[in-house]
């Protein structure tokens, strides 16, 4: 058995439990306890078993219990603990990878043990308080001990029971340095992702009250991952409901509640952003050219198919968002909005051997620092400026830890770069820092979010970069649909909250997460027109147009008159194959915007799918007059030329299109044309090229030439005649 499968079958018990099938769940469970060889597993397992046996007798019987759903909660949670027991036996016995080593080469410390680390800490910052310039201890007996300390935190459960004022008393203001109780609150929130632990949960709920900012915002993290992974259990300790609660009345903004839970989100899309900035926004800021009007596409401005983008009318209640942005605009969008831009950037620089270490993944990044001074020993010039390495550690745009691998590489630079870069980090860390310091003045959660974000970071890179990342509880492999969660209803339960996590869905494009959401308001709300649309949009974009129509047409109710509104009922008509419905809507818009080109080229479409091939060209041809630069109406304009016989007019047309730019598809048709008008060898030619077109071939060509047999023999060609040009075809293609 290895630590892959024990973790499979703990998510498949826990989630056995978490639906209520207990009986399921036990018969497991009763098989992996006599796998851990420890008989009182075995026998507390039995004994839970036999209690909930007599409560279903009972129950069945007819015996009336009004604790009877309080003693159901107390077994689940009996059966809840005693897995966790189980399977934390199973990982100290297979585990494989660094946790699982630390967890068993610190089995069983005892409260000696525990008391000489701190003792060997504590002794080591008298010293350093005594003897160094530097106010920060950084003896290699401080960091040994430190380690221990960091290692027993992140693995040892009954710590936190047995040794509970111990724990409680390293985050006390004079226990220890508040970087490294920092750091113990990483230990403390990685145990809780690998095993359920009240007590640690509890000591975290503890800290969102501690003085220091960076404490309290790393405790809150930690929380919303911990609440998150154990949310179908919570509801059966009572304590821990009650520190949600109080979480929730307390001291915390609520801007700083909800906004740990969007960074969060977003950090879920740091790998697409990352690929985004290396292929799309870094390239094309390097192309950038000063004539910008010489690169815009006018060709594209109406799209060819029936497509139509976000209600322009509605409002973005996160952020204001131009139509139109260039590359440049939205990097620093992106940065405001505290993207991880620097993860393509920083992530070969944890080669070093500070990661070698894994509680220096969680350090912040402060000053003075000894591991700074020490890597900068030999360096002059901007390096050695206090007010820069100041400014670096106070900085709110790069996490810690890619403050230190930049710190690292530094004395690999070539001189002249070295000195380009500290005078370029001096000028933008002055101007940050003005505009952090009035940020501050105006919003004081602002400096707690940015701390949060930081440390999320700190934590991503902690789980997707660490070479020994595969024996630990990746969280941000999880979906984070907080919106499903209990918890965060019971901590954010106001409709502004919600409003604003599905604005931030629906503008990332996550359209099933953003419906969830929606779907909540819309039940626990009146909806309004933009609600019932957002709702109808993601249905669309999820393929779900049933749906989407149904809702269309509510919103509709609203206003009845709403070019975009009536545009997405005919969109979904459309996909939903009833020509005849899209185009009464698109007859409606149109009387509403009489010459909007898309609406035209829709009704067109239209048309055009009804056969109505003389009305959908004067729609066409309308589009040409009033956009004489599109380009791309001239192919429905040569298909109903064609399929009514305008045989001069297709071909006038179809030549244009052959000139510029054709597909495969534009040779097969002015095949069509000439062989209609009874010119085999013109046709025999054009189909030649079709079939010749780069990426098409005989049998694609075969299959779209069959769709047009009727319009061929309707004007005319002897369906006898068409197998031999097929064949006449094949030898010329030998």
């Known amino acids: 058995m290895n630590h892959t499968l024990i973790r499979k079958k703990q998510e498949d018990v826990n989630n056995l439990l978490s639906s209520k099938r207990l009986n399921e769940s036990i018969s497991m469970l009763r098989e992996l306890a006599r796998e851990t060889q420890k ?128 724990i409680i008393n390293c985050f006390r203001e004079s226990s220890l340095p508040w970087a490294q109780q920092c750091v113990l609150v990483s230990a403390v929130t990685i145990h809780l992702l690998h095993f359920f632990n009240e007590d640690a949960m509890l000591l975290l709920f503890r800290l969102t009250s501690h003085s220091n900012a960076e404490i309290r915002q790393r405790a809150l993290v930690g929380l919303y991952l911990v609440l998150f992974k154990y949310d179908k259990r919570t509801s059966l300790y009572p304590e821990v409901t009650r520190q949600i609660q109080k979480l929730r009345q307390g001291n915390v903004k609520q801007e700083v509640l909800r906004g740990i839970i969007i960074q969060l989100l977003r950090t879920l899309d740091t790998e697409k952003l990352a690929r985004k900035l290396t292929d799309e926004i870094l390239p094309e800021v390097a192309r950038i050219h000063p004539n910008l009007r010489d690169r815009l596409d006018l060709d594209n401005i109406i799209e060819e198919g029936f ?27 992106l940065q405001m909005e505290g993207a991880d831009l620097f993860i393509s950037t920083f992530r070969m620089l944890k080669h070093f051997p500070f990661f070698n270490r894994l509680e220096n993944w ?57 000195e380009m870069m500290g005078q370029m980090f001096m000028s933008e860390l002055s101007a940050l820092k003005e505009v952090e310091q009035s940020d501050s003045l105006v919003d004081t959660a602002k400096k707690e979010l940015t701390i949060s974000n930081l440390y999320i970071q700190d934590l991503y890179r902690f789980f997707k970069l660490l070479p020994q990342r595969g024996s ?10 907080f919106h499903n969660c209990e918890f965060v209803h019971q901590l954010l339960p106001d409709e502004d909250f919600y409003m604003k996590l599905g604005e931030y869905l629906f503008d990332k494009d996550r ?10 308001l819309s039940r626990n709300t009146t909806p309004n027109m933009q609600l019932l649309q957002k709702q109808a949009y993601c249905c669309q974009q999820l393929g779900r147009y049933e749906q989407a129509l149904e809702l269309y047409l509510q919103a509709q109710l609203f206003q009845h008159d709403q070019v975009w509104n009536l545009k997405k009922i005919a969109l979904c008509y459309h996909y939903l194959k009833n020509p005849e419905k899209a185009l009464e809507y698109y007859l409606e818009a149109e009387k509403v915007q009489p010459d909007n080109l898309h609406t035209m080229v829709s009704i067109g479409h239209c048309l055009l799918e009804l056969k109505n091939y003389e009305e959908a060209l004067k729609y066409y041809f309308k589009v040409e007059y009033l956009d004489p630069g599109n380009k791309k109406v001239g192919r429905p304009i040569v298909w109903c030329a064609l399929s009514l016989g305008k045989f001069d007019q297709a071909e006038k047309y179809s030549q244009k299109i052959l000139d510029e730019n054709p597909t495969r598809h534009d040779y097969m048709n002015m095949g069509h044309i000439h062989w209609c008008r009874g010119d085999r060898q013109a046709a025999l030619h054009y189909y030649k090229q079709s079939i010749t077109f780069q990426g098409n071939s005989m049998e694609a060509f075969i299959e779209s030439f069959n769709n047009d047999i009727e319009l061929l023999k309707k004007h005319n060609v002897d369906e006898a005649d068409i197998p031999i040009m097929l064949d006449q075809l094949r030898y010329h293609l030998k």
């Open 307 to 333: 497509k139509e983008g976000k209600n322009p009318d509605w409002q973005d209640i996160l952020s204001e968002k131009p139509e139109l942005m260039d590359k440049l605009e939205e990097m620093s969008r």
């Open 362 to 418: 969680f350090m912040p990044f402060v000053w003075p620092n000894p591991i700074v001074e020490d890597v900068l020993k030999y360096e002059t010039g901007a390096f050695r400026n206090s007010d820069l390495l100041e400014g670096m550690a106070t900085s709110g745009i790069i996490c810690n830890s890619d403050k230190y691998s930049f710190i690292f590489s530094i004395p690999q630079m070539p001189a002249t770069q070295k």
């Open 39 to 166: 008989g009182e597993l075995i026998d507390t397992l039995y004994n839970i078993e036999m209690t909930y046996k007599s409560l279903l007798r009972f129950t069945v019987e007819g015996f009336t219990d009004p604790e009877r759903q309080k003693i159901y909660n107390h077994i689940l949670a009996d059966i809840f603990g005693v897995a966790d027991e189980i399977f934390m036996q199973l990982f100290i016995r297979y585990g494989q990878g660094v946790f699982f080593d630390l967890m068993r080469q610190h089995a069983g410390i005892g409260r000696e043990s525990l008391e000489s680390i701190l003792v060997q800490c504590r002794t080591e910052m008298d010293r350093t308080e005594l003897m160094e310039s530097v106010p920060v201890p950084h003896s290699e007996v401080f960091n040994s001990a430190f380690r221990q300390l960091f290692e027993i935190t992140l693995t040892q459960k009954g710590l936190y029971k047995e040794n509970e004022d111990i």
């Open 472 to 481: 630990f509880e990746d969280p941000f492999a999880w979906s984070l649909d």
């Open 511 to 520: 359209f099933q997460e953003a419906l969830e959401v929606y779907g909540f």
